[in-house]
């Protein structure tokens, strides 16, 4: 069955305290491997998409990488408005989008 | 340019009532996307439309829910019935269609059943 699993659930930083957010995925034929941030009362917001395992981008203080069964969120000295949840979602070739429960970041000035 | 918009942005209804949540994509994406978000769970897929055609209807969690996508662009999300378990915040994507391209999200209709 196709899964996602994001850990931690909810992390706590300080701010310029970086960190990495893991986004583990089980898929049928991974199409691509989305991001987003998710501001309370909104909608997620488009961070990166990501095709192979190897693959990197980057964003300001984000940095996305992936491997063939996990893709990794690196926050590099997060500032308070990097606090969001972040939701990590895969299409399988079935073109069927999962999306992960997501990660409730608290970056503290 | 226009980004996905949604309305009502909120919506209570009692119990047993119908209620009807639209979508405007952006201009041009063929492709839409409904998704039901409860609180603390991630986004669970209802249905998906490329142009008028859903050829994935595996999301919808009863009979009760319905979606149709007129000209290409507007889709409406019908719930019959309403039950309280049926609150939530519906949330539309669209996309240019093809193989994995990005999901643009409207802000969400809130619809809390008394």
């Known amino acids: 069955e196709d899964q996602v699993t994001q850990s931690p659930e909810a992390l706590r930083l300080q701010e310029g305290e970086s960190s990495s957010l893991n986004c583990s995925y089980t898929v049928s034929g991974l199409r691509g491997l989305f991001w987003y941030r998710q501001d309370p009362g909104k909608g997620p917001e488009f961070l990166f998409t990501l095709y192979s395992a190897g693959e990197e981008k980057e964003k300001e203080r984000l940095k996305a990488t992936l491997t063939k069964k996990e893709s990794f969120l690196h926050i590099t000295a997060p500032k308070p408005e990097d606090s969001a949840t972040y939701l990590c979602a895969v299409q399988a070739e079935d073109d069927k989008i999962i999306f992960g429960k997501g990660t409730r970041l608290h970056i503290l000035p | 340019g226009a980004g996905v918009s949604q309305s009502p942005s909120n919506k209570v209804t009692e119990k047993g009532k119908d209620v009807e949540l639209r979508c405007d994509p952006i201009s041009g994406h063929t492709a839409l996307y409904w998704y039901r978000q409860s609180l603390g769970q991630g986004l669970e897929f209802l249905i998906y439309f490329q142009g008028n055609s859903a050829p994935d209807k595996s999301g919808l969690p009863s009979d009760r829910f319905s979606a149709e996508r007129t000209g290409g662009s507007v889709s409406t999300l019908t719930i019959q019935r309403t039950q309280q378990e049926d609150s939530a915040v519906y949330l539309c994507?669209?996309?240019?269609?093809?193989?994995?391209?990005?999901?643009?999200f409207g802000p969400g209709t809130r619809l809390l059943v008394l």
């Open positions: 994507a669209s996309s240019p269609g093809g193989l994995a391209k990005t999901q643009y």
